[in-house]
């Protein structure tokens, strides 16, 4: 009789078990997808803004001169524009036209200096506006 019970009751186990399988499959799927869906949309929003691989890179005479000022060359700047973050709370890109907003990335030079380089996207050309050393006060005289 215990046999029996076993054998009826059996299959409805089986799919239950299937069920709650199925449903942390799809628990896992979901989230993976938001977070892929999120990752997207931000790194979407960065190219728009800011290429990092721009056609060309034009720097400003001020931009020149803090670079000499700094002992920083044209790597570096580069370098920091593809791997540097950008530091929101001193960009300049509010509710502006996409060739009016200005980018502030900061990253580390090869010399350990850690730098705030001020970036100008216009179609796929990235103008260097300023460099700035965040650690120290360097003598400088540009306009």
């Known amino acids: 009789m215990q046999n029996n019970n076993f054998k009826r009751w059996s ?3 089986v799919i239950i078990g299937l ?3 199925l449903f942390f499959v799809k628990q896992c799927q979901n989230t993976e997808t938001e977070t892929k869906t999120r990752e997207t949309v931000q790194s979407q929003k960065e190219v728009r803004g800011l290429n990092r691989n ?3 890179i034009n720097y400003s005479k001020h931009a020149r001169c803090r670079m000499d000022c700094r002992k920083i060359d044209a790597s570096e700047v580069e370098d920091i524009l593809e791997n540097g973050k950008i530091n929101y709370s001193k960009s300049d890109i ?3 036209p996409d060739c009016k907003k200005k980018y502030a990335v900061e990253g580390m030079t090869r ?3 850690r730098v705030r380089i001020i970036f100008a996207p216009c179609k796929n050309e990235v103008t260097v506006v300023t460099v700035i050393d965040i650690g120290k006060e360097w ?3 540009c306009p």
Do not use: E, H, Y
Request: charged share 35%; with cysteine; aromatic share 0%.
């Open 11 to 13: 299959p409805v186990v």
């Open 19 to 21: 069920l709650i399988a």
């Open 54 to 56: 721009p056609s060309r």
């Open 94 to 96: 509010g509710d502006r």
């Open 111 to 113: 010399d350990k200096q």
């Open 139 to 141: 003598p400088c005289d």
